[in-house]
């Protein structure tokens, strides 16, 4: 039996949560300070959004949780073998993703910093949920029984035009 492999290593992980938590902090003093943002800035942080890490942080929560079930989550046997948009989106639900998401960009930069540093409780919690919802996101489609002849009244002749 082959032994559980890490998506990430320790030390990789650690550095892509301390390197969002820079992001998120640059944030969170671009938007509380009222001063201009030089193109310097914006340049050196490339083209980084507040959506595009809340989205990192799930994929870290996502990662963590599978990390912390001991396996590694499959991709399950889609017929045109890509995964459909809404599987990462239903995997964590929605009581999650309200814990990431705010309208108040202050309050939301504060969200995904607390999600950060408590990684292991949401994490656990994640895992909990996926080991029971992940049933019913990966169901298999049964498969198309085969055609079966129809035995009944043989088809009607067409009638032919009266053209007189």
Not at 23 to 45: D, E, G, N, Q
Request: with cysteine; charged share 25%; net charge positive.
């Amino acid at each position: 039996m082959k032994a559980h492999r890490r998506i990430l290593t320790q030390h990789r992980f650690q550095r892509l949560v301390l390197w969002t938590l820079a992001m998120l902090s640059w944030f969170a003093a671009v938007l509380l300070s009222r001063r201009p943002i030089t193109k310097r800035h914006l340049y050196r942080r490339g083209d980084v959004s507040l959506a595009w890490l809340r989205l990192r942080v799930r994929d870290l929560l996502i990662i963590r949780a599978a990390e912390m079930l001991g396996r590694v989550i499959r991709r399950p046997n889609w017929r045109n073998a890509r995964m459909p948009s809404h599987f990462r989106r239903s995997l964590v639900g929605a009581r999650l993703r309200r814990a990431l998401k705010h309208k108040d960009p202050a309050t939301h930069i504060a969200k995904l910093v607390a999600v950060l540093r408590n990684l292991d409780a949401h994490a656990a919690e994640l895992a909990r949920h996926i080991r029971t919802r992940r049933r019913r996101l990966c169901h298999k489609a049964p498969s198309i029984a085969p055609a079966v002849a129809l035995f009944g009244a043989p088809a009607l002749t067409p009638a032919l035009a009266d053209s007189s």
